[in-house]
């Protein structure tokens, strides 16, 4: 069993290895030790004065030697790390609302409160239900392009945008003939801001592609504290990297490292009194590297603060 957790000053995976069944295979040289017997018994049988029983016994231990080799050099003990993200391009479409919507001020699906505030200022995106995934997508970052319609397309121009919320479906309208959000159309809605990046405002339900790449953040993995007695939930947001979170845990200095629940887009939750104890985080993110803030909260932590941990390193 091996435990593994991102280390941010060395900006790779650092991995504590206990001894197990498997760790001590790995360890043991299999063809080594056959190699070693098989000349053992080659010694033994220069007592021997039959030759044709000399040479059939070497060549069954040659061929035992072949085989155990070939297994342990081909075995799945070693690990592999997780594949990158995919660089292809995917078509979808997009729309804007106007600056004034409510949504520029409330965060949307994922949780993430006033966007200005939290660090994502208008470079945020709403998703179709087919990109959105139930809120574990909250968090990651796209880079889309105008496509297919030189009349609109700002030319050579891309943008960057985070997933913040959730263009919910339209089942009165088919959705070929209005639901734009309905699956299975892969639809991005945008503040009209970040729209004119890559389009003409008048270009309307535009064509695009996109694709899915790491994010960059400024300063380090924020820990919003909210709840009440011993209901704890927490906002994890400005995650860099991956940018999405699916796996959380909680660590009070009284307790061991206790599990987190999604309770929606990036809100993390947990019935445990956790008051009065410095509080420490680890996260894991879609691409399967953990980060671990020690000491993230203090021990006079209150209700509605934040806190700053560490951050993946892209």
């Not at 505030?117 to 990109?131: D, N």
């Not at 535009?206 to 009440?228: A, H, L, N, W």
């Not at 909680?250 to 956790?274: A, C, E, F, V, Y």
Request: aromatic share 12%.
């Amino acid at each position: 069993m091996a435990s593994s957790h991102f280390d941010e000053k060395d900006g790779i995976d650092s991995a504590t290895c206990y001894f197990s069944d498997t760790n001590l295979i790995k360890l043991f040289n299999f063809p080594l030790f056959f190699s070693l017997l098989s000349l053992s018994f080659v010694l033994s049988l220069n007592k021997m004065s039959n030759l044709s029983s000399i040479t059939a016994t070497a060549a069954l231990l040659l061929s035992l030697i072949s085989t155990v080799t070939s297994h342990y050099s081909s075995s799945s003990f070693s690990s592999s790390p997780p594949a990158p993200q995919s660089t292809v391009w995917h078509s979808a479409r997009a729309t804007y609302y106007a600056a004034s919507d409510p949504r520029d001020a409330v965060g949307g699906a994922c949780g993430y409160g006033d966007l200005v505030k939290a660090g994502y200022g208008m470079a945020t995106v709403g998703l179709s239900e087919a990109l959105f995934q139930r809120g574990q997508i909250c968090g990651a970052c796209f880079e889309l392009r105008c496509v297919d319609d030189l009349r609109w397309c700002i030319p050579g121009t891309s943008y960057i945008v985070t997933a913040t919320n959730f263009c919910a479906p339209n089942y009165g309208f088919t959705a070929e003939g209005g639901g734009r959000c309905n699956p299975p159309n892969k639809h991005f809605v945008l503040p009209i801001e970040a729209f004119e990046k890559i389009a003409i405002w008048k270009a309307g339900n535009m064509p695009v592609q996109y694709r899915r790449i790491k994010c960059r953040r400024e300063g380090g993995v924020r820990f919003t504290i909210d709840g009440s007695g011993i209901f704890v939930s927490v906002l994890i947001s400005n995650v860099g990297g991956a940018g999405d979170i699916v796996a959380v845990k909680i660590k009070g200095s009284r307790t061991g490292w206790l599990p987190m629940g999604r309770n929606w887009g990036q809100n993390w939750h947990i019935n445990s009194d956790l008051r009065n104890q410095p509080l420490s985080f680890e996260v894991t993110n879609s691409d399967g590297l953990t980060l671990t803030s020690y000491n993230v909260a203090p021990k006079n932590w209150n209700f509605g603060q934040t806190f700053e941990g560490k951050q993946f390193e892209v």
